[in-house]
């Protein structure tokens, strides 16, 4: 497979902007599912000209995983879950529900390369490298974030500026601070708070104050409701000529003279100029008959979504503890609880036995919340991380000319969104010329 060089990177940074060709033709091209990546592909390309149809296999955009993440868009937690130590830990958790990350055994023989991928990126440097080049991404992603804000006006729950992780002890509160400045020569802004300060900031955390010996605050993280913004910008982008099959299921690509020229659906065959497959832990067996081997694999998280009311006092800031390793982020009239990692192949069942870990986790630090899973309207929901080895995300030309990717997002898939698309369009852009070859 042929990937973007070192040259093509630098093209790509800076602001981002969109820099089309003179004389460059629009083209037809189809994107491959209607997640919060697919639907940022959609509108950067639209926006530079080109002719944009999407499939997706269900009845909207943005109700597989794009529908119940943690609402938050991660700046400061774009680091690869591959780090040292961290696969023999996994180990150590194999098979124990209650454990942060749970590898089931049943999932081991169909991911054993996969496995060896993770193990060489949990080296030092190569986790440093990735942490570098994810927050680059991040933070192109969150200044195209801001102008499409400013475009579109799309309601999604949007809130800036309240992000808060709490830590037991000193000892992990140091041991992060330090990972984090690391990355400030590269933009990330942290604030250390004491407790009293996670207080002041966080007044819902007053009564737990003796659980805590303080906190992380980052500034340049967001929060906002995936589904919402997804199904948002779908249906701006339609309003100005963008075409979204809803119900339609991508079954194959239509190869001739080395080119994709068409996507075979379950409506018939889709005529493309360029293909961007935009389907996260489906990609690889849509590629895979194409001799495109692709390292993407499926890793459940949980979340809870409860009434704003069964604690209307409750938080004001998104808090992630460190400790007990759960997200409680308010979101518009709703709270949503999220946490755990489980390697369970394509299950998408919410596991009641993790559920009931999570929500414990949950109860201990804010007992208003213990059973909040079983408050009228709560919704109990799992989804697929789209993780590759190294955590960083495959955006760019596969060795057919006109077929692209922007899948592998794991844990950052709405962090990276519109930065995923914004680059995907660059490169389309910039690859124009091998595409016009071929045709």
């Known amino acids: 497979m042929r990937w973007p060089t070192r040259t093509t990177l630098r093209r790509w940074r800076g602001s981002g902007r969109l820099r089309p060709r ?77 454990a942060p990350m749970l590898l089931r055994a049943s999932a081991l023989p169909r ?23 994810n927050l680059e991404l991040a933070l ?23 992000v808060l992780k709490t830590f037991a002890d000193e000892e992990s509160l140091g041991a992060a601070h330090a990972a984090h400045l690391a990355l400030a020569p590269h933009g990330l802004v942290t604030e250390l708070l004491d407790r009293e300060a996670c207080v002041a900031r966080e007044p819902a955390l007053a009564a737990v104050a003796h659980r805590i010996a303080g906190g992380l605050y980052f500034p340049q993280d967001e929060v906002g409701d995936c589904n919402k913004f997804s199904q948002g910008l779908a249906a701006w982008c339609a309003a100005r000529g963008a075409t979204f099959h809803y119900n339609t299921e991508a079954r194959g690509l239509v ?77 518009g009239d709703r709270y949503r609880i999220v946490g755990s990692a489980e390697v369970a192949d394509f299950d998408t069942t919410p596991s009641p036995r993790r559920i009931a ?33 190294d955590g960083r995300p495959r955006i760019g030309p596969t060795r057919i000319a006109n077929l692209f990717l922007n899948t592998g997002h794991g844990h950052t898939g709405w962090t990276m969104a519109a930065g995923s698309g914004r680059r995907l369009a660059q490169i389309v852009e910039d690859c124009q010329k091998d595409i016009a070859s071929v045709a």
């Open 22 to 98: 003179r004389g460059t033709e629009t083209m037809r091209i189809t994107i491959l599912g209607a997640g919060v990546i697919g639907v940022a592909s959609a509108y950067w390309l639209q926006k530079a000209g080109h002719q944009v149809t999407v499939l997706e296999r269900r009845e909207a955009a943005g109700v597989e995983t794009s529908w119940g993440n943690g609402a938050i868009i991660h700046v400061s937690s774009v680091q690869p879950w591959a780090a040292p130590g961290v696969p023999l830990k996994v180990l150590k958790w194999l098979g124990q529900e209650d």
């Open 111 to 133: 991911m054993w390369r996969w496995g060896l991928g993770f193990l060489a990126a949990s080296r030092a440097a190569r986790h440093n490298e990735g942490a570098i080049s």
């Open 140 to 162: 192109l992603s969150a200044r195209s974030m801001a102008e499409i804000r400013a475009e579109t006006g799309v309601d999604y729950d949007y809130a800036g500026q309240c």
């Open 255 to 331: 190869m001739q003279g080395g080119r994709v020229a068409a996507v075979a659906s379950s409506q018939g065959d889709i005529p493309s100029d360029a293909v961007v497959v935009a389907l996260a832990s489906h990609s690889p067996a849509l590629l895979r008959p194409l001799g495109i081997e692709l390292p993407v694999y499926p890793v459940k998280g949980l979340s809870v979504t409860v009434p704003r009311s069964v604690w209307p006092e409750g938080p004001r800031h998104a808090i992630l503890d460190d400790a007990r390793k759960f997200a409680l982020t308010p979101l």
């Open 357 to 389: 870990a999570l929500m414990r986790g949950v109860g201990e630090l804010f007992p208003q919340l213990a059973l909040a899973d079983s408050a009228p309207g709560a919704v109990r929901w799992a989804g697929l991380r789209p993780m590759v080895p």
